[in-house]
């Protein structure tokens, strides 16, 4: 099971953030002492502004490899080699909407030339490959299959199913996982999850338990929209399931803090886990209790999460 970060990519598309890449790069070390091995940054090419970002964490970066993200377009493949990435996100959707709204006039098989095409091209530069079909969750099931078949013919290392939209219903994301999990042996399995329905923690864990191989996350939830799952609340969950052992759950509360700095957003303080009310204990019965015995109201011991559990003096 593997986490991967998307703070860089996903949480530079969220409304009002800006980060330098400085402050970006200064998120690296932090990521990988947590555990992280995996981080997703940047659409190549895009913005000179976001390709001073990749660089600086390219340059940053010790343990942890490096995808940046891509358009099934020649020149998004040409720019994600050139980035000297070790690894390229490719993103092509094949339902109904997607083709209305973002490639009118094409038939779904040019589509899937597309993405063949765009998987060779950046496999034959010797870069890992991820093929995700956008908007997974809305896509008609035998579409799905065909557009994942498509992107293993062409070599694609790692499918991913984003929940675009956030749509989808914790039994949904197991059941979608297990089938592709049957359908895919063998092959490396992501879930994305947008938290438009509040859903993105509950969907992750039932994805995972479907049979994912990776998470994509963010610290702090920042991305479009709701965002999508918290790596911060993804991993206390992992550690409460006792499923933590990869990560230094400990350094949860600065992460948090460093990427709401280096985003300029400030994290809810009723925010799961590193939202600064997450451990207190208001009320006088419930502190009353929780002086006699902490775990009366305490899920988990505060200091596994780099927490101390509170109330009022
Ligand atoms: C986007 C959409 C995306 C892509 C996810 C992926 C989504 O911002 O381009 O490439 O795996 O949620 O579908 O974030
Ligand atoms: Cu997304």
């Known amino acids: 099971m593997h986490l991967i ?3 860089l990519r996903e949480g530079l598309q969220a409304c009002r953030v800006a ?3 400085e402050a970006a790069a200064a998120l ?5 002492a947590v555990g992280i091995r995996h981080i997703e940054c940047t659409h190549a090419g895009a913005r000179p502004d976001w390709d001073e970002i990749l660089a ?19 020149a998004d493949i040409r720019a994600a080699i050139a980035s000297g990435a070790d690894g390229v996100g490719i993103f092509l959707g094949v339902n109904r909407q997607t083709i209305e709204a973002r490639t009118p006039g094409c038939g779904r098989e040019d589509l899937l030339a597309m ?38 013919e062409a070599g694609a290392d790692r499918l991913c199913c984003p929940d675009t939209l956030g749509v989808l219903e914790p039994d949904q994301a197991r059941e ?7 359908r895919f042996p063998g092959v490396p ?7 438009d329905r509040g859903l993105a923690t509950a969907n992750a864990l039932a994805a995972l338990d479907g049979g994912a191989d990776f998470v994509s996350t963010s610290v702090n939830g920042v991305g479009e929209r709701s965002g999508i799952t918290d790596t911060c609340i993804l991993i206390a969950n992992l550690v409460h399931r006792g499923l933590g052992d990869a990560f230094d759950s ?9 990427a709401s700095e280096a985003l300029g957003e400030a994290v809810a303080p009723r925010h799961p886990v590193t939202g600064a009310w997450a451990f207190w204990h208001q009320c006088d019965l419930h502190r009353k209790a929780w002086e006699r015995n902490p775990s009366s109201y305490d899920w988990i011991e505060p200091p596994r999460l780099g927490r101390i559990s509170e109330a009022p003096a």
């Open 189 to 195: 399995l992501e879930a994305h999850l947008h938290n």
């Open 250 to 258: 400990s350094l949860l509360p600065a992460l948090s803090q460093a």
């Open 19 to 21: 980060v330098r890449p």
């Open 56 to 74: 600086a964490v390219l340059a940053a970066r010790r343990q942890a490899k490096v995808m940046t993200h891509a358009r099934a377009r020649e």
């Open 5 to 7: 970060d998307a703070t």
């Open 115 to 152: 993405a063949r095409e765009s998987i060779m091209a950046a496999k034959q530069a010797g870069l890992t490959v991820r093929y995700s079909v956008e908007d997974a969750t809305r896509t008609e099931p035998a579409d799905l299959w065909r557009a994942c078949e498509v992107a293993i």
């Open 176 to 182: 979608l996982f297990a089938e592709l999990r049957q």
């Open 28 to 32: 690296v070390p932090l990521l990988e």
